[in-house]
């Protein structure tokens, strides 16, 4: 039986409390704004004797994956945190971790690459590890980035994948606001994730075995078909565990969250935090008899094209909504309009697509700049023409 | 009371007004409401101007926005007044709650409110300076506000404070801030 | 050792080595140009180069020197440039110099025998 706690926690301290009840082998890590938070919290639970984890306070985030690789290669359960700048550091030893295949769970608090320096929110770079070999989700709010970390120990580590996992959270949004979370009781959680048994390890001495050995035009080819297939297996685990999550807490995860999407018309696609905002607004728009609903995606790598096209089959206009760019781009558009329009044309789908850059940078989201897209959808909808195919909410024009 | 009360704090960098807007928000957890407390992080250091944020109300709260029409308005260092417009957006009905020796009367003069808003003052830096002997007023604002908002219940956040400064600090310590906490309560002056 | 010309169905994950010293497997002797040839009747069985050779390729068996393992020594040289005895006429070479001497890969024909 699960017994919970309602607290108020930042999103971040949300991450660390998780991580606590995780209580990884290893954790290596750099400190930088925003995750600072879960890090220090983390360290002061080890200095407290709370978790049995050695902790290795590194030099770099270059560094603290690459601690987190051997630790992983080592058979370890292993965690890490960074954010921006950090996670750009990180960027060799990324698509290392995940070419080992070594289920690394990492927490990005997602913030603004320099230059020019800014330590506020956007997507820029998880976005920019988007194609690293990571799973990536995306959480709302404080407690569904406790709940997909917890979850993410269970999808890395799982058989068919044995891939990293970041787990995203809005850098002072959701990563500094202090909000209702309902954390669970340690041996709950303890359970769930269960003990992870490497099939390979380093410390195995009965079973030699030799990591990111030399692999040539002759065998690398095959073991990155390897890991696409790994990530084809992911969407099918990710939703198994998210199941069985909420039959444990109460609380279920699927690949996206669809609100009002049952009979709508127009549709909003959004990652985490500015969902809220989102869904407060089309709240009130259905109130007013517009149609239109929200698909907040949780899921982003392994992207779910086919379920993406689906639910959105009955819908006429679709809006995209970016928090990065993807410079040089389609018209500059944003990495998730992009692949939502890959997905929809490949399916043959014909509903028009518009796209809205937005927040860079911490550039606020107001309800009136949500209220501005679904007042041009539904015009696309009516005329069946897109006037501006990348559109900037916010800026100052 | 309305659903959703949305509250902007005004202080100084490095004065507690992020810990005080927590604070408020763990008191509403207590009366088993929903809440959201954030700071605007700029590139700010001790003593520079900054907010922060907090939200109460009876639902789940899934705005993820700043807060530019607040009901309540609380503005921790007087000498603020004159620095930055404490009352930017503040809905017509909304209320301001000032820390000062001067009366709401003269507040509401200098910054010219119409009457539909509310003024409170109270002098939190005074009561923090001879209950707590430290020039530490964020958290006593708390106590003003429950008293002009009723937004959440005195005895819990009493019971709050209490639990939260006793697991830290000597039970004298944890007295002169409950103590604090009520006079300021019990001290606020309307007009 | 993995199978040959794996499918990546078949492959190991990751390219990880499950089997050790299977480089043993591999015979980097085809990449000889100069061979070390041994004079046994004068070598003092030191072993600096067995200390020395960076492949393993000295055969030591009771302490004392037996053979090269030209399946794995790649000519470096390394043993004959730190074999400190001297020798005035080399039992293969016939020349002056040390207990090891380098020659041309394909001049030697009595493999065997060194």
């Known amino acids: 039986m699960v017994v919970s706690t309602k607290m108020a926690l930042e999103g971040a301290h949300a991450s660390a409390q998780a991580m606590r009840q995780i209580n990884p082998d290893v954790v290596a890590a750099y400190p930088i704004t925003p995750q600072t938070a879960i890090v220090q919290t983390f360290s002061q639970y080890v200095a407290d004797g709370e978790v049995d984890t050695e902790f290795i306070a590194v030099e770099s985030e270059h560094a603290a994956m690459s601690a987190c690789i051997g630790a992983a290669a080592a058979g370890g359960r292993v965690m890490t945190a960074t954010a921006a700048n950090g996670l750009a550091l990180m960027w060799e030893e990324l698509y290392i971790a995940a070419s080992l295949r070594l289920p690394i769970v990492m927490s990005v608090v997602n913030r603004a690459l320099s230059a020019p320096l800014n330590i506020h929110c956007d997507h820029s770079d998880s976005m920019g590890a988007r194609d690293a070999g990571w799973i990536q989700l995306y959480s709302e709010t404080g407690q569904e980035a406790y709940d997909n970390t917890i979850q993410a120990v269970r999808i890395a580590e799982h058989p068919d994948l044995l891939l990293p996992v970041m787990v995203m959270q809005d850098g002072f949004i959701t990563g500094h606001a202090v909000e209702l979370v309902e954390v669970a009781d340690d041996a709950s959680v303890k359970e769930f994730i269960g003990t992870y048994t490497p099939k390979y390890s380093l410390l195995d001495i009965d079973h030699p075995v030799t990591f990111g050995a030399w692999d040539l035009w002759d065998y690398y080819f095959e073991h990155k078909r390897q890991q696409t297939d790994a990530m084809s297996k992911a969407m099918k685990v990710i939703v198994d565990v998210g199941k069985e999550f909420g039959q444990v807490f109460g609380r279920t995860y699927g690949i996206f969250d669809a609100y009002a999407m049952d009979d709508a018309e127009l549709a909003i696609i959004v990652l985490s935090s500015t969902a809220g905002t989102a869904r407060t607004v089309i709240r009130e728009l259905r109130k007013k008899g517009l149609k239109i609903g929200l698909l907040k995606l949780r899921v982003f790598r392994p992207f779910p094209a086919q379920e993406l096209v689906a639910a959105l089959k009955d819908v006429k206009a679709v809006a995209v909504l970016d928090r990065s760019i993807s410079f040089g781009a389609m018209e500059g558009a944003g990495p998730l309009f992009l692949e939502v329009c890959a997905a929809l044309f490949a399916a043959g789908a014909t509903q028009k697509v518009v796209n809205y850059i937005y927040g860079l940078g911490g550039r606020d989201v107001l309800p009136e700049y949500i209220e501005r897209v679904a007042s041009d959808l539904q015009e696309i909808a009516d005329t069946g023409k897109v006037k501006s195919l990348v559109n900037y909410l916010g800026l100052r024009e | ?191 | 050792m993995a199978k040959e010309n794996a499918t990546w169905r078949e492959a190991n994950i990751a390219g990880l080595v499950l089997e050790p010293g299977c480089t043993a497997e591999y015979n980097t002797g085809t990449w000889r140009v100069l061979r070390p040839v041994h004079d046994m009747s004068k070598c003092t069985h030191c072993l600096i180069c067995w200390v020395y050779c960076p492949d393993s390729a000295i055969v030591v068996e009771n302490g004392r020197w037996v053979r090269f393992d030209y399946d794995h020594c790649k000519g470096c040289g390394i043993c004959a440039n730190e074999c400190p005895v001297k020798v005035d006429a080399h039992e293969y070479t016939g020349k002056a110099g040390k207990v090891i001497q380098m020659v041309e890969e394909k001049s030697w024909e009595k493999e065997e025998k060194c």
């Open chain 2, 1 to 191: 009371m309305a659903k959703l009360t949305e509250i902007r704090w005004h202080g100084r960098a490095g004065q507690g007004i992020v810990t005080a807007s927590e604070l408020l928000a763990e008191a509403a957890l207590k009366d088993d409401k929903y809440f959201q407390a954030f700071p605007e992080y700029g590139p700010e250091r001790m003593g520079a101007p900054i907010k922060a944020y907090t939200r109460i109300s009876d639902e789940p709260i899934e705005l993820h926005c700043h807060i530019l029409n607040p009901e309540v308005v609380v503005v921790v260092n007087p000498n603020l007044l004159g620095v930055v417009d404490v009352t930017e957006g503040l809905a017509e009905d909304g209320v301001l709650i000032v820390n000062t020796s001067e009366t709401p009367q003269q507040i509401r003069a200098r910054l010219g409110l119409k009457n539909n808003k509310k003024v409170f003052t109270v002098d939190a830096t005074r009561i923090a300076l001879e209950t707590i002997k430290r020039d530490i007023p964020a958290t006593l604002m708390l106590g003003a506000i429950i008293r002009a908002t009723g937004l959440v219940s005195l005895d819990k956040t009493l019971h709050l404070v209490q639990e939260k400064l006793g697991a830290k600090l000597r039970a004298e310590v944890v007295e002169n801030n409950l103590k604090a906490l009520r006079r300021a309560y019990e001290e606020v002056k309307e007009g």
